[in-house]
């Protein structure tokens, strides 16, 4: 299983962490440093939850999310 992120975005669009937030994302925590947890983990326009799901739901989350969850690269 892979630990991660189910994240709920209260306003479309809104940014945080170096991606952008379109309704609910699911982020393995592998993928986020520390900062970036810190700041999604503190952020009151997300909501977020802490979950392990089997590796191919994860696959499929991530699929319909758009596989890079918004990344900007900053």
Do not use: C, K
């Not at 892979?2 to 479309?12: F, N």
């Not at 999604?40 to 739901?57: A, G, K, R, Y």
């Amino acid at each position: 299983s892979l630990e991660g992120r189910i994240t709920e975005a209260q306003r479309d669009g809104f940014r945080r962490a170096g991606r952008e937030w379109h309704g609910t994302s699911f982020v393995p925590v592998d993928e986020l440093n520390r900062r970036q947890y810190e700041q999604l983990t503190s952020e009151p326009l997300l909501v977020t939850q802490l979950m392990e799901v089997p590796e191919e739901q994860a696959g499929e989350l991530a699929a319909r999310d758009g596989a890079d969850g918004g990344e900007t690269g900053t």
